[in-house]
C-alpha cells in the first residue's frame, strides 16, 4: 500500500504534464472507505488522499465513508440487507453505473469485495 501511493506521489511530481492535465476528475467505488478497515479500504483512501493534493476532485461510493480524507465528496450507495450476495453485488454496480453516468468522471474505479 505504501509503496503504491508514494509510487503514483513520485508520477504526479516528476511529471508535471500529468499533474496539470485534464484529468482531474475521479470516481472510486467500494462497500467501505475507511483508513482503519482492511486492505482495499485503506488502500483507496491513502491513494485518494495523494491524489487530493495533486489537484484531483475525489469522489467515493459506496455504502459507508469514515470521513477521511475530509476534501473528498461522499455519494451514499443502500443496499438492502436481506439481499442474497449476488444480488447484491448486481444491485451495487448497476446503482454505481447510474449514478456515475450524471456527471463526468475522468477515471472510474470499481473494487469489489463483497464476500456475503
Known amino acids: 500500500m505504501i509503496f503504491s501511493t508514494?509510487?503514483?506521489r513520485?508520477?504526479?511530481?516528476e511529471n508535471?504534464?500529468?499533474r496539470n492535465s485534464a484529468m482531474k476528475?475521479?470516481?472510486f467505488a467500494l462497500e467501505k472507505f475507511s483508513r482503519y478497515a482492511g486492505g482495499a479500504e485503506s488502500y483507496t483512501?491513502?491513494?485518494a488522499t495523494t491524489l487530493i493534493e495533486n489537484g484531483w476532485e475525489v469522489h467515493f461510493f459506496g455504502e459507508s465513508w469514515d470521513g477521511?480524507?475530509?476534501e473528498a465528496h461522499f455519494h451514499e450507495i443502500h443496499i438492502?440487507?436481506?439481499l442474497p450476495a449476488w444480488i447484491k453485488m448486481l444491485l451495487f454496480a448497476w446503482k454505481h453505473k447510474k449514478m456515475t453516468e450524471k456527471q463526468h468522471y475522468d477515471v472510474v474505479i470499481g473494487l469489489a469485495i463483497r464476500s456475503t
Do not use: T
Not at 10 to 13: M, P, R, T
Open 16 to 18: 508535471s504534464r500529468l
Open 6 to 8: 508514494l509510487y503514483v
Open 25 to 27: 476528475k475521479i470516481a
Open 10 to 13: 513520485d508520477i504526479l511530481s
Open 68 to 70: 477521511e480524507p475530509k
Open 45 to 47: 483512501v491513502s491513494l
Open 80 to 82: 438492502p440487507r436481506f
